[in-house]
């Protein structure tokens, strides 16, 4: 577009920059806040006495000798044993997102290769399923998984969190093949493949930029989850999010609320680097769905 | 693609959205059904050198043994859905009978758990996503009118409130408006008052709740948004300035147009999400002042005697509810559908 169409009073410009400049403060301020209190005691990182405590760690010199102390994040992963949590978190996540794109990238090749009626009829399924609050699917499976001992398992929560995954991916991976010309594999049909042979050989070359997006989000889905993984898992296999939950419910002494600020924030960390790194595929993702309608 | 073709390449995800999604479902009908078995009673007389007297105890292991032959309980119609944690037909008759006006009305039976829940899931839903869309599609708008290099360093920081995990977004919050955290002790020198906390107030918790919503949610608007200003045809724009449209009036009519297929968009996938609203109401702790309908099943679950009839109960409630919710758009594609 011509400059002369993007002039704008100085007005607007300066009401738009601030509005801007407010929203980056209130986005970023509660991580980078959060980050520096970790390493500093919970008598200033709640600090009655003069907020400035939190950012000069008064507190923390008086009781530790030094600015900064690693107290939290030790009694996070070393008393309280977080990194089991981790490990928890780590397996549930790789599986999660290696199933859910294996079935998904299957079915949705399908639903975009397809012409008959009934592929409408499935992603409108797919579309009620993926409304539904996760936690009252969860208040299904709880009496029959006592029943039949599969509660508490990891491979039971990476099962459920792959189906509950699944309309989304299915919607996703659909609008990602439709991208993808058909000629591509009806030509290598045409050559003798089987309609197996042609996806194998034809189509999953050339799909990674999709699988890798909607992996993404399928990764966000198990990692963030709250509802599944506090009711489906023992105490032992429990995974990051519901353990620091339950650092506030059990523990309000002195000190071990800093355990907590320490494993939010090695929770937020591979976040960070995953946005770092996938920020591009991230908005295309988003807006995959929506451009397309 | 032929029918068998398709069957098998289907299979994988149809079972598993059958069997986790679809059967669920079912078995949450079923046990919303039933209620707990009545322990059994049994009277045992205990003599005493001069006297025997008889009392009443709870014989655990008949009660156990009535659960092993029947894990569901007992079957009872439609009882729970009546009862005072849910409908409560009959507390709401009395509300009914007794109130003087509509807000003495909506009081009586906000203090019902299930009233109560869907008030505020509600309230967080309807208010939520229109702020979520009109806040996302003004950073969108400030973003697309500066230059290429510092788009980039914006994004990234944008997206961060969405990626965050929920629970840990709110527990950040949480820690920061508490009344020794720096917004909250803020917010007390600013308003004059060092006991303010809002922690304490019914209306400044949903305040917080939503404000959470927001700031979690404009992000997922923000980019969509974007995205879509990035299509807007640049002709149509042009003539429309040249017949002299101001700034205002090309956005009102060329740009907010076009992009009304995204706020479509935008608006379904945020109803479906606000209403499970659930982990920010555990992370700000705000259960005495708010609770929604998916906490309300969560707290049914998490209880020591696992109340999973109750939460049941509450869970067709809610699948009801998104059915309403859903039917409008679902209405919608279906004529669209057949259009074609």
């Known amino acids: 577009m011509s400059q002369a169409a993007d002039r704008r009073s100085p007005i607007l410009v300066f009401a738009s920059i601030s509005f801007l400049l407010i929203w980056l403060l209130m986005a970023s301020f509660p991580f980078l806040w959060t980050l520096w209190g970790s390493f500093k005691v919970q008598g200033d990182f709640f600090s009655k006495a003069d907020w400035s405590y939190a950012i000069f760690g008064v507190r923390t010199i008086a009781e530790t000798g030094a600015p900064f102390t690693g107290a939290g994040y030790y009694g996070a992963w070393v008393q309280e044993e977080f990194w089991r949590a981790v490990i928890n978190t780590g397996v549930v996540v790789v599986f999660v997102v290696i199933i859910s794109l294996t079935f998904g990238a299957l079915g949705g090749y399908a639903l975009s290769r397809s012409n008959y009626r009934y592929v409408f009829w499935l992603l409108m399924l797919a579309l009620i399923f993926r409304a539904m609050p996760h936690i009252t699917l969860v208040s299904g499976y709880l009496l029959p998984f006592f029943e039949w001992n599969l509660w508490g398992h990891l491979s039971t929560t990476v099962i459920v969190l792959v189906a509950i995954n699944q309309p989304f991916t299915l919607w996703m991976l659909h609008s990602f093949f439709q991208n993808i010309p058909k000629d591509l594999d009806e030509s290598a049909m045409v050559d003798g493949c089987t309609r197996f042979q042609a996806f194998r050989y034809a189509i999953v ?82 807006t995959a769905g929506a451009v397309k309608g | 693609m032929r029918h068998s073709t398709f069957f098998w390449f289907v299979l994988p995800s149809a079972l598993a959205m059958f069997l986790f999604i679809a059967l669920p479902i079912v078995s949450v009908f079923t046990q919303s059904l039933h209620v707990a078995h009545d322990q059994v009673v049994e009277e045992v007389e205990t003599c005493a050198v001069f006297s025997c007297t008889t ?55 906000y203090n019902l758990p299930f009233y ?225």
């Open chain 2, 116 to 340: 109560k829940a869907l008030t505020f899931t509600l309230a967080y839903t309807f208010i939520v996503t229109p702020l979520v869309i009109i806040f996302g599609f003004m950073i969108a708008v400030a973003v697309n009118s500066l230059s290429a290099l510092v788009k980039g360093p914006i994004i990234f920081v944008s997206l961060l409130p969405m990626m965050v995990t929920p629970l840990i977004g709110s527990l950040i919050l949480f820690w920061m408006i508490d009344a020794r955290g720096i917004l909250g002790s803020t917010l007390q020198y600013l308003m004059g008052d060092p006991s303010l906390s809002l922690k304490a107030s019914s209306t400044l918790t949903w305040i917080m709740l939503m404000v959470y919503g927001v700031w979690h949610s404009a992000p997922f608007a923000f980019v969509v948004f974007y995205a879509g200003l990035q299509t807007v045809p640049k002709d149509t724009l042009e003539s429309a300035m040249i017949d002299g449209a101001s700034r205002w009036q090309r956005i009102r009519y060329v740009v907010l147009p076009y992009l009304m297929p995204l706020t479509l968009f935008i608006a379904l996938i945020q109803l479906m999400d606000n209403f499970r609203v659930f982990e920010p109401i555990v992370g700000f702790n705000a259960e005495a002042h708010a609770t929604s309908l998916s906490w309300a099943i969560y707290n049914y679950m998490n209880a020591d005697s696992k109340l999973l009839n109750s939460a049941a109960t509450t869970s067709m409630l809610t699948i009801i509810g998104v059915a309403i919710l859903l039917t409008p758009v679902l209405v919608r594609t279906w004529r669209d559908f057949n259009r074609r």
């Open chain 1, 205 to 286: 070359p050339v799909m990674w930029p999709g699988i890798v997006t909607t992996g993404l989000f399928s990764f966000l889905l198990a990692y963030n989850d709250f509802a599944v993984t506090a009711l489906l898992l023992t105490k032992e296999n429990q995974t990051m999010v519901p353990k620091i939950a339950g650092f506030l419910g059990s523990t309000q002494t002195e000190g071990n609320v800093m355990f907590a600020v320490a494993s939010v924030v090695s929770a937020t960390a591979p976040l960070f680097v995953l946005v770092i790194f996938f920020q591009r595929q991230i908005v295309s993702g988003l």
């Open chain 2, 55 to 109: 009392e009443l105890r709870v014989n655990a292991e008949a009660t156990a043994e009535l659960y092993e032959e029947a894990p569901l309980g007992k079957f009872a119609g439609l009882d729970n859905y009546a009862n005072r944690s849910h409908l409560a037909f009959d507390e709401v008759s009395v509300v009914w009978a007794q109130a003087s006006g509509p807000g003495e009305f909506f009081n009586g039976i």
